[in-house]
């Protein structure tokens, strides 16, 4: 999940605990299929499988469990396929949110997210009508109680970054899409130690929100997140952090 604040929105997620394990699980198992039959097996070839397996290690996925998918992905043969689709609209509030699924049944997915849609109060829309308010980039998070804020953004900077941004405790890492596995790894090679590391859709603008209004967008956003089909919901909501820790 991210949004205006993306570490209040790990902080979110990592709240939900065990209750959520095994859906992160069958999440990444399906980014995997797609991955492998996308660009191949090795990860040393396919650096969307990588940043994948990266995010695997980063959810405690053990590497038994990761080798397991990726062998299966590439020995699948008339198997389930599935396939990338985004749903766009608003919540309420006006609210953008922008949903990205893998599905083996596009009808079931389009039917599953426009109810949820409707339930939370809002109404999802044409194919564009949210996704210009969204840029593509990959992030990556460092905890700033480990490392001087200009000594870390001068080494981010030197492995390729293009932003550097302090908030929350944290340090976010901002790279184009496709560096995200090259910074990644020339940080580690540097020995800064990474809690996360994935590719997101940033708003351009955000929605503030008080704690009544932002309860009922993390509502909205559990109910999206709950559905085997969706992989990641991305919004421009502006949370109010207390309760994203109480959720």
């Not at 980014?31 to 995010?55: F, H, R």
């Not at 309420?92 to 049944?105: I, K, S, W």
């Not at 503030?208 to 919004?235: C, F, G, P």
């Amino acid at each position: 999940m991210s949004g205006h604040s993306k570490w209040a929105n790990i902080k979110h997620r990592k709240a939900k605990g065990d209750a959520a394990k095994a859906s992160i699980f069958t999440k990444i198992g399906r980014e995997i299929a797609v991955c492998v039959k996308q660009g191949g097996p090795d990860p040393n070839n396919n650096n969307k499988l990588k940043d994948v397996i990266a995010k695997a290690r980063e959810n405690n996925i053990p590497n038994d469990n990761i080798m397991r998918s990726i062998k299966k992905a590439s020995g699948e043969a008339g198997g389930v396929s599935y396939e990338e689709i985004t749903y766009e609209g608003y919540g309420p509030f006006g609210v953008a949110f922008y949903v990205e699924c893998l599905t083996d049944n596009k009808n079931r997915s389009a039917g599953d997210v426009r109810h949820i849609f409707d339930k939370s109060g809002g109404a999802m829309g044409t194919t564009g009508s949210v996704g210009f308010m969204f840029k593509r980039r990959g992030v990556i998070v460092a905890d700033a109680a480990l490392y001087d804020e200009d000594e870390l953004m001068l080494t981010a900077l030197d492995c390729g970054a293009e932003d550097f941004v302090s908030e929350d405790g944290v340090y976010l890492i901002y790279t184009a899409p496709q560096d995200l596995s090259t910074v990644r790894e020339r940080l580690q090679n540097a020995k800064i130690e990474i809690i996360s590391s994935e590719i997101d859709m940033i708003p351009e603008n955000s929605v503030a929100l008080n704690e009544e209004d932002s309860a009922k967008i993390l509502k909205m956003i559990d109910r999206l997140e709950e559905n085997d089909d969706v992989q990641n919901v991305y919004h421009n909501a502006e949370l109010t952090e207390t309760d994203e820790e109480e959720e």
